[in-house]
């Protein structure tokens, strides 16, 4: 560390940083040297080439490890790849509140402490008149919350065809656990009736729970009670119903093609007293679990001590407010880029396809070959398990090299290119690429046919 060079290093990177470099790098030949690895001449060249080793290691060792990728899956709401991206409008609303003192809890009109829930008032009121709000970090904390609020050492009763699984850790069973609620099944997997609903009501019932099968679908010899059903049980029997939405589309998405995606308001017109669904699903925001429905069982989730512990970030209301502002005004789905993308035909995607795929093959000649052919994408996240979007898919295959090796080319490449493999062949959907993007995407195909020869 004493040395010119070192020190001259330490300045530029920190000392922390270099001298954890130096440690690292002295065990590790000590090691190799202990095993007999390593002699001794080795070790001395080692030793004296470990600056130039340190150098190259900085930059891997502090290159951010969240990085954009170009989503070439045509999968638009990615759980691995962050879900939905925001428009501009909520991008900068976001950066101009983290840079400064904010009226986060601050009321600007009295001179006060103010609500921290109350900037999204004005958007919810518009969009949901005579309903109460709450924002959580995701929509498993909304669960979680509203079960813990509404059912604590009660039964909630659940169908046994909606105990689902949203992705690795957000099992209802497990989060119902949690909450503090008991789990009262009914029905079977396949079937559910009115029935089996109202015989499970008893003394102890404290909440009536529909799940929306965001992520599968029961087909074949099934029924399920309807909201509708259910939720006029529950005004009957004086139990409220909460209904998981998950997807938290606010648009009639029949029009685009995809069916069984009830929207928010579908629900809340259904009946359900309380609706939960996650921000940055179909709605297009950032992550966050709103819960929209009848003011008092609302007001009693804000009051939850837990509301404390799951409440969302200054960020994340400058975001949702952008987004809500969207909706409100009518211009969400030119807007989001969520709903752009899940609402672009396959006609659109083909003659993007078709140019891109020209200017590649323009540039890489015969090392790679191409075609564009019909479709399906999906929109992934939790949302509209069986409906494949109609698409144009770009197939690439590249001389003397497999379709995995293309792939991880593209992956490799400096903006990564996430894709899909089919039937042997590497598939690109430009559903989720943005037109910004295509010649990025254009030089990663072009490095990729490069690396071939
Ligand atoms: C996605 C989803 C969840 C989990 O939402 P997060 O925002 O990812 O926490 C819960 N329930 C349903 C029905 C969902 O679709």
Known sequence: ???????????????????????ERLSALRRQIRSGKLDAETAQAEVAGLLAWVESEVRARTDSTIRPVINATGVVLHTNLGRAILPETATRRMAEVARAYTTLEYDLARGARGSRSSHLDRCFGLLFPGQGFHIVNNNAAAVL?????????????????????IGGSFRIPDVMRKSGAILREVGTTNKTRLQDYERAIGPKTGLILKVHPSNYRIVGFTAQATLEEVASLGRRRKIPVLLDQGSGNLIDLTRHGIRNEPSVFDALAGGADVVCFSGDKMLGGPQAGLIVGRPDLVKAMKENSLTRALRVDKVTYAALEAILLEYARGTAEATLPALRMVTAS??????????????????????LAMSVVPGESLSGGGSAPEEGLPTSLLIVSARGKSARALESALRGHATPVIARIGEGKVLLDLRTVST?????LEDALVAAAGLTR
């Not at 396959?346 to 090392?367: F, P």
């Open 1 to 23: 560390m004493e040395r010119e060079e070192t020190r001259a290093a330490a300045s530029r990177h920190g000392r922390l940083l270099v001298t954890a470099l130096v440690r």
């Open 145 to 165: 919350l509203a079960l813990n609020t509404l059912a604590e050492r009660k039964e909630v009763i659940v169908s046994r065809g909606e105990l689902v699984e």
């Open 436 to 440: 910004e993007q295509e010649p990025v």
């Open 346 to 367: 396959r006609e659109e995607i083909e003659a993007r396809a078709r140019r891109l795929m020209e200017s590649v093959l323009a540039r890489a000649g015969d090392s």
